[in-house]
C-alpha cells in the first residue's frame, strides 16, 4: 500500500525495469501482459521516462495486451491498440511486431480460432513473466466479468452493463460502446508467473476488498486471483482504506 498512485506506479515500473534488464543480460526476452484504462497510465508515463532518461530498451520485450473492444476497428480513438500506442509504443524502441493486442475487427466467426492461435503465441513466447491487471467495478480482470470460470482462456465475451456506464465517458454515451470484447481468460491470466494487480481510489475500496477478503467467486472473478501463489496488489491508501 503506499501513499499514493504516483509512487505506486513508479514502484511497479522499477520492478518491470529489473525485469527487462535481467532477460537481456540472460539474452532472453520479458513477456509482459498489459492492461490499458485509467490505472496504468502513471505506469506508461514512467516507463517512457526510464526509456528517455534511464537508457531502459524495449527491443527484448514482448507484449501481449490483456483485452479489445469488439468490434471495434484498431484506428478508432477508444480502441485499446490506440490506447498502448498513445501511452507506451509510440514513445519506445519496441519491436511492433512483438505486440500483439487482440483483434477487435476479426469475424466473428474467426474469433474462437483468433483466440486459441493468441493463446498459442503465448505459448511460444515462453509464457508471461509479468502479468499487470487494473479491476473493473465488476470485479472483472481483463474483461472477465461475473460467471467467468476459473480455467477460461481467451475468448469473446458480453461486456457487463455497469463496465459499459463506466466506459460511457471514453464513448460519448453508453450506446456507442461496444457490447463484447475478446479478453485473455482468467486461466491465461493464473499461468502468469508473476501478477500485479493495480487499483487507485476510493472508488475501487470496495471491490478491492472483496477481491481480497472474499470468497472465491465467480460473481466477483478478480476473487480467483487468491488461487494464486504470485500475485500482488499494488494500491493506494484510499483503495486500500476498506481492507481488514
Ligand atoms: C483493461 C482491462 C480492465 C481495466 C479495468 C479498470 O485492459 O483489462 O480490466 O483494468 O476495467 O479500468 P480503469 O483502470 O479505467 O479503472
Redesign the pocket.
Known amino acids: 500500500v503506499f501513499p499514493g498512485m504516483q509512487a505506486a506506479s513508479k514502484e511497479v515500473a522499477k520492478r518491470i525495469d529489473i525485469l527487462i534488464r535481467q532477460k537481456a543480460a540472460e539474452g532472453k526476452n520479458a513477456v509482459l501482459g498489459l492492461?490499458?484504462?485509467?490505472?496504468?497510465i502513471m505506469l506508461y508515463d514512467e516507463l517512457v521516462r526510464l526509456h528517455k532518461e534511464e537508457g531502459l530498451s524495449f527491443k527484448n520485450v514482448v507484449i501481449f495486451?490483456?483485452?479489445e473492444y469488439f468490434p471495434i476497428e484498431a484506428s478508432s480513438a477508444q480502441s485499446?491498440k490506440v490506447f498502448m500506442q498513445k501511452h507506451l509504443f509510440d514513445h519506445v524502441d519496441i519491436n511492433i511486431n512483438n505486440v500483439l493486442i487482440p483483434d477487435g475487427m476479426i469475424r466473428k466467426e474467426d474469433v474462437a480460432l483468433f483466440s486459441i492461435g493468441y493463446e498459442a503465441k503465448i505459448i511460444a513466447s515462453g509464457g508471461l513473466d509479468l502479468q499487470i491487471?487494473?479491476?473493473?467495478r465488476t470485479g472483472?480482470?481483463?474483461?472477465n466479468e461475473p460467471g467467468s470460470a476459473p480455467n477460461s482462456g481467451t475468448r469473446l465475451v458480453s461486456l457487463d452493463e455497469l463496465?459499459r456506464s463506466?466506459a460511457a465517458r471514453d464513448f460519448g454515451g453508453k450506446a456507442n460502446v461496444p457490447l463484447k470484447a475478446i479478453?485473455m481468460g482468467i486461466g491465461t491470466i493464473l499461468a502468469a508467473r508473476k501478477i500485479i494487480l493495480m487499483a487507485w481510489s476510493e472508488k475501487k475500496a470496495e471491490i478491492v476488498k472483496k477481491a481480497i477478503e472474499g470468497e472465491i467467486s465467480a460473481e466477483i472473478p478478480a476473487t480467483y486471483l487468491q488461487l494464486s501463489n504470485s500475485v500482488e496488489f499494488v494500491l493506494d491508501n484510499d483503495a486500500a482504506s476498506l481492507l481488514t
Open positions: 492492461a490499458t484504462g485509467a490505472t496504468p495486451n490483456l483485452d485499446y491487471l487494473g479491476i473493473g472483472h480482470i481483463g474483461f463496465t463506466d479478453t
